[in-house]
């Protein structure tokens, strides 16, 4: 059984945060005020303190001298060099699923992609937490992978990714609506080849739709700069 410690204070401050930069409650150049985030929190400024710079090791905040933390910015530098290595993570993470388990022992798979296409499936496409509840209900996909591979510097490295994957993720899904339809196809797709030990059609699913995923952000970034 491995001993898993409680999330400090200032990790618990630092989702609090992140999970607003995700949903574009807080927004790009905008100031985080550590006096003003502790009173609000009832927090310690040397907790929020720790948390914002949690914050700038995942990208989502930049910290300045004598200006402090700001919300990073999203560029299509910073888009590209994510999803760059971002896809190849997750190709990796395919390909040790079908390395250590055949298709016929992966009916557990099928399930957790039932589970997201019924989250999406539920979902009115207008609903302001939509895009929330997809984004959570794809990584419970990928944590059930995790536990079938067992590998826990693959685990650590694509949870890191998370926030700021899920800050583009939340960008595609709230600008393009059908996302949630494509996303319930990518996953099936995923279970389809996992279930078929097709490593070849599980690797094509993975890059299609990264790559999809990322042309639909720099489409936004394009038209914001136009603008």
Request: charged share 25%; glycine share 8%.
């Amino acid at each position: 059984m491995r001993f898993q410690a409680p999330e400090s204070l200032s990790e618990q401050i630092a989702q609090h945060l992140g999970q607003r930069i995700v949903t574009g409650d807080l927004r790009p150049g905008e100031r985080i005020q550590e006096l003003k985030v502790a009173g609000e929190l009832n927090v310690s400024r040397g907790s929020v303190r720790e948390a914002l710079l949690i914050l700038q090791r995942r990208h989502l905040v930049d910290i300045f001298p004598r200006r402090g933390a700001v919300v990073s910015r999203l560029t299509p530098e910073l888009v590209n060099s994510l999803y760059d290595i971002y896809i190849d993570l997750l190709c990796m993470l395919g390909r040790k699923v079908l390395e250590r388990w055949s298709g016929s022992e992966l009916s557990g798979v099928m399930g957790q992609v039932r589970e997201l296409q019924a989250v999406i499936d539920a979902l009115n496409s207008s609903g302001g937490d939509a895009a929330e509840q997809v984004i959570d209900a794809g990584f419970g996909v990928m944590r059930y992978a995790y536990g079938l591979v067992e590998n826990p510097f693959l685990e650590e490295t694509l949870e890191n990714f998370r926030p700021a994957i899920s800050r583009t993720y939340f960008v595609a899904l709230e600008n393009f609506r059908d996302e949630l339809a494509e996303t319930g196809r990518f996953f099936r797709q995923l279970a389809d080849a996992a279930v078929r030990d097709d490593a070849a059609g599980l690797e094509t699913a993975i890059c299609e739709f990264g790559e999809h995923q990322r042309e639909q952000v720099l489409s936004i970034l394009r038209e914001e700069v136009s603008a």
